[in-house]
């Protein structure tokens, strides 16, 4: 008999059990908040840009949805998110500049320094790790840091959901995104996450070239494309650039030490992170897409032009610097393959120059999808 | 809840009778699908019997040069299993990228193998020129693996880059890529076939999931057919010298180490 009992438990009890819950849950219950209106979010359809690879999922607590990248891109722009109303995600990442700044490193409220530079916000989706140290990799768990930082927005996130829970407009934008208006520090992350991953760039002169229109390219810009790919061997000449800066997405997403210095200051870059005297002033490998907007260059914007990268690997680059990259100790284009420098030509310089203004993406910094809202 | 009552014992009849159904199937229909199952294959990197570790770790060659690595990533594809009768089966559209900086990468995973008695393993090293030549490339094949030339449209077959007191410059950069030239003359596209050690077998099984495990030793890319020492070369990417790795890798980075019945 108890066995019968039991079995009878073991097969109807999760049904009972769940009966109750939804009769309870679907009850009028006295403290129950008042049933709210909203539907369902409707799925976003990325527009992947063609040739572009398969990006991963996006994570399954958070799908992309209309609504959800709709508040993503407001609090992106929220300055209520920055301790004195003064900044936004959107004041360091700007859009008319592939988002950034313009600035060698990134000032936060109060005019603080961060110590390294705002980094391009775009093609986000397919980076494994994030900033110029990998840190980072979710762009949820990311999104907090910015945000949080005394060199950045400096205001802890709770109080700047306090400080959104008393605007008129975000409400509806949380309802509309989440099923309900309440307003929490995971669904701001998330909203964020949302945005950044719709942030895609693959329109570029450049693009439109592999994808057929060999015309839409100068033969110093296609020069200089050669140059950027091509290993010098004492035979080919080449810039060597693309075995880091390689692929459709311009990075190998890797992080490396290209010998800016040969004794490391405060920053250590990866070596921080891992504690690995072996990864010391390594840093993140970025994409080089839009790069003619992204000025400064390097992760502490000490080069001020393209024309000064180009000098920087050509002629500047500090042989004694632990950990230097072994592509940057062994390329030259010195026939006898003796000299330690890269020997490009000025003229090749130019071409390579050339070819890294057709990154650019008119349509991505005027897209008005990733603007601030009206 | 009748209804419901009545679908969900109407779905467990059904479900039964399916069951019973495909039980019947494999015992009497000749014509049925032939069984298959899974295996793996776990490659160990090593630098001859030490384990691999970028950057940190110091090795020497048999040649007797001093070397670290950085990176080590290389391309295996075209598998086959052998048979005793010398036959071979070959698994298609097996295509795997090995980057000793991604624990992930080094154990491939094949499905719907033909169940069987395999006595051996062959596989290419690298992307052979057919596919390369068949373009249209995604996965571990796209352009954003940091194994292909866009120049010249070849792929990086294997990749170690690393440092070295005798290396001119102090770098070691080893591209060993490609497959044009007159004649094949600049080929470094090989094809390794590993038999298993003697009496042992690889039985794919349906209740199985064997193992094939392969020591990957890096230091072989400097000895073998031909003895590399970094004084002379330390830098090649592609040409004459790739090619005399790429014989080494042939003749020896590759090895049984052992099987797992599983």
Not at chain 1, 72 to 85: I, Q, V
Not at chain 1, 258 to 263: E, P, Q, Y
Request: charged share 20%; glycine share 8%.
């Amino acid at each position: 008999m108890k066995t019968a009992f039991n079995y009878f438990l073991h097969r109807l009890g999760p049904l009972a059990v769940a009966g109750l819950l939804l009769t309870t849950a679907c009850g009028p219950a006295a403290d129950d908040p008042i049933p709210e209106p909203f539907g369902a979010p409707t799925p976003y359809v990325l527009q992947l840009p063609p040739q572009f690879p398969k990006p991963p999922a996006p994570p399954a607590d958070n799908p992309l949805t209309v609504e959800g990248v709709e508040l993503g891109r407001h609090l992106f722009y929220e300055k209520a998110l920055s301790l004195d109303n003064s900044k936004s995600c959107g004041s360091c990442h700007q859009q008319s500049k592939a988002f950034t700044d313009g600035l060698a490193r990134a000032e936060g409220v109060g005019g603080t320094r961060h110590g390294r530079s705002a980094m391009a916000l775009q093609n986000l989706l397919w980076e494994p790790r994030l900033t110029w140290d990998g840190a980072h990799t979710s762009l949820e768990q990311q999104a907090r840091v910015p945000i949080e930082n005394p060199l950045e927005l400096h205001q802890p996130l709770a109080a700047g959901v306090t400080r959104l829970q008393k605007l008129a407009k975000y409400p509806e934008l949380f309802g509309k995104a989440f099923g309900t208006s309440q307003i929490t520090e995971d669904r701001v992350l998330k909203a964020l996450a949302q945005f950044e991953r719709t942030l895609i760039s693959g329109n570029s002169r450049f693009d439109r070239y592999r994808r057929g229109d060999q015309d839409i390219l100068t033969a110093d810009e296609v020069r200089g494309m050669e140059l950027f790919s091509v290993h010098p061997n004492g035979r080919l000449r080449g810039g060597n650039c693309s075995d880091c800066h390689g692929g459709t997405l311009q990075t190998d997403r890797n992080f490396r030490n290209n010998g800016l210095d040969a004794t490391f200051g405060a920053d250590l870059g990866l070596g921080a992170l891992t504690g690995k005297p072996t990864d010391h002033g390594k840093f993140r490998v970025p994409s080089l897409r839009n790069i003619a907007l992204t000025a400064p260059y390097m992760h502490d914007g000490r080069l001020a032009t393209l024309e000064d990268v180009l000098d920087h690997y050509n002629e500047h680059v500090q042989f004694s610097s632990p950990n230097l990259d072994p592509l940057m100790l062994n390329t030259t284009n010195d026939p006898l393959q003796i000299s330690p420098n890269l020997e490009l030509t000025p003229q090749e310089k130019r071409q390579i120059v050339a070819f890294l203004k057709t990154l650019t993406d008119e349509e991505f910094v005027k897209d008005s999808r990733f603007a601030a809202p009206e | 809840m009748f209804f419901s009552r009545f679908a969900s014992v109407a779905t467990s009849l059904a479900l039964g009778a399916l069951l019973l159904g495909s039980c019947t199937d494999k015992k009497d229909d000749p014509a049925a699908e032939p069984q298959t199952s899974v295996f793996s294959v776990e490659l160990e990197n090593t630098v001859g019997n030490r384990s691999l570790n970028l950057d940190t770790d110091t090795y020497t060659t048999a040649a007797g040069d001093q070397f670290t690595i950085s990176t080590f990533k290389y391309y295996l594809s075209n598998l086959e299993l052998l048979r005793a009768d010398g036959s071979a089966l070959a698994l298609p559209d097996t295509y795997f990228l090995v980057d000793h900086a991604n624990k992930a990468s080094q154990k491939l995973e094949l499905s719907t193998v033909p169940v069987g008695d395999y006595t051996g393993l062959r596989f290419v090293v690298g992307v052979d020129s057919a596919r390369t030549k068949a373009g249209n490339f995604s996965g571990v094949l796209g352009d954003d693996q940091g194994m292909w030339w866009e120049w010249s449209k070849e792929f990086i077959n294997v990749k170690l880059e690393g440092t070295s007191p005798q290396a001119a410059k102090g770098g070691l950069v080893f591209h060993i890529a490609g497959f044009k030239g007159a004649n094949g003359a600049n080929n470094t596209i090989r094809t390794v076939t590993l038999p298993f050690p003697s009496g042992s077998k690889l039985l794919v099984r349906p209740d199985h999931t064997p193992e094939i495990h392969l020591q990957v030793d890096a230091a072989r890319m400097f000895s073998g057919r031909n003895t590399i020492r970094f004084a002379t070369v330390s830098n090649t990417m592609g040409g004459p010298a790739s090619v005399q790795v790429a014989d080494n890798i042939a003749a020896g980075m590759f090895r049984i180490d052992h099987l797992h019945a599983n």
